[in-house]
C-alpha cells in the first residue's frame, strides 16, 4: 500500500509540483494551502510524513510543527520543512519545534524524493 504525504504549501503551484514529484514515485498525496487546513486533514485521516512550509497564512510552519508535536496520536509523524527560508537561527527553531529536516527552496525532486525515502521509505 502507498504511503500518504501531507503537502503543506500556500503555493497552488509549489503544492502541484510537490504532488506531482512524490506521486510519480507511487506515493499518494494530499494537499492543505496553511498549517490550519493541514491540522483538519489530519483530523481526517493517517499520513506518514508530512512536508510544509514555513511562511503561511494564518497558521506557519512552525506552529503546524507544534501542533502536531502537541498531539499523542500525531507525535511522531515525521515532518520536513521545505521553504526558502536558510538561516540557521530558523532551522534551529524549526528543530526545536520537532521537525525532522529541512530542504531549501528551490528543490530538485530527485533531492525530495532521496529526503522522503530515507525518512518513511
Do not use: C
Not at 502536531?68 to 524549526?94: C, H, Y
Amino acid at each position: 500500500m502507498a504511503k500518504t504525504i501531507l503537502a503543506v504549501d500556500d503555493s497552488a503551484s509549489m503544492r502541484q509540483m510537490v504532488s506531482f514529484t512524490l506521486k510519480q514515485d507511487g506515493y499518494d498525496v494530499v494537499e492543505a494551502n496553511d498549517g490550519h487546513e493541514g491540522l483538519a486533514r489530519l483530523k481526517e485521516r493517517r499520513f506518514d510524513m508530512i512536508i510544509t512550509d514555513l511562511n503561511m497564512p494564518r497558521l506557519d510552519g512552525i506552529e503546524l510543527v507544534r501542533s502536531v508535536r502537541a498531539n499523542p496520536t500525531s507525535r511522531g509523524l515525521p515532518i520536513v520543512m521545505l521553504t526558502t527560508e536558510s538561516q540557521d537561527a530558523r532551522k534551529l527553531e524549526g528543530k526545536a519545534a520537532g521537525a525532522t529536516g529541512w530542504i531549501v527552496k528551490p528543490f530538485k525532486p530527485e533531492q525530495l524524493l532521496a529526503v522522503v525515502k530515507r525518512v518513511i521509505g
